[in-house]
């Protein structure tokens, strides 16, 4: 079952809030905004002392731009035309989820044992 972060929902319980222009914003109203974490935020206040930031600075910031772009706006555009609705935002950001590399989709799923661990392979036979 899919669900969405604390940090995710406030955001989409206060929509009146956003979208921030990363630009502008101080570095507490950053937080709120998902895709952005506190490296990120320390990160982008610094940047922006030096130039504009636009949405490839972001990336290379490490901001999670899947979840950030429905909340934030560079020089005053959104990387797409987005509704600020909350259903249509929950939506996109439930939809998919992310992409597990091909080795673990095909994993199938057993119950492990104690003894599925090889650092116990010899301890199965007690001497006396």
């Known amino acids: 079952m899919l669900c969405l972060t604390p940090k995710c929902n406030w955001a989409l ?8 222009e990363v630009n502008r914003a101080d570095y507490k109203l950053l937080l709120r905004v998902p895709g952005i974490g506190y490296k990120s935020a320390v990160r982008i206040v610094k940047a922006r002392r030096y130039a504009i930031l636009d949405f490839t600075d972001l990336k290379k910031i490490g901001v999670v731009l899947k979840r950030a772009l429905y909340f934030i706006t560079c020089n005053g555009r959104m990387m797409y035309p987005t509704k600020m609705e909350a259903d249509y935002i929950a939506r996109n950001l439930l939809s998919g989820g992310e992409k597990l590399p091909r080795e673990v989709r095909e994993l199938g799923y057993r119950q492990i044992s104690l003894f599925d661990d090889v650092r116990f392979e010899n301890c199965g036979e007690i001497s006396f």
């Not at 319980?13 to 921030?20: D, M």
């Open 13 to 20: 319980k206060h929509l009146e809030t956003f979208p921030v």
